[in-house]
């Protein structure tokens, strides 16, 4: 899986939580063209939010800035890395944070 280009397991990732999570959450793509660095997924839920850096696997390079916003929005909300290697961490930990049943989302795997 670690060889997936990023859009397509991006697309994948967001098609699989938006179908776990449908009416619990918003999901979308952010648009790289406005900040440079802003993480490319935001999930919404109750007055909640989550942001998603995407990467292809764990050794993918970074841009610069993403590890920054990462840092930013994650000290008040959830904000992370994420790639095929630790999905499940990932996905569990922002759960968690939500209040979901992680659960969901295995089952759409």
Do not use: W
Not at 82 to 87: D, F, K, M
């Amino acid at each position: 899986m670690a060889s997936k280009l990023e859009s397509t397991y991006q697309a994948s990732l967001l098609k699989r939580l938006r179908k776990a999570y449908r009416g619990r959450i918003l999901a979308t793509k952010t648009d790289p063209g406005m900040v440079q660095g802003i993480p490319d997924l935001i999930v919404l839920c109750g007055s909640r939010y989550a942001l998603l850096e995407v990467k292809r696997s764990a050794d993918a390079s970074k841009r610069p800035n993403q590890a920054h916003y990462i840092e930013k929005f994650g000290r008040e909300s959830f904000a992370s890395f994420i790639y095929p290697e630790n999905e499940h961490d990932v996905i569990y930990e922002m759960c968690d944070y939500f209040g979901l049943d992680f659960n969901l989302f295995l089952k759409e795997k």
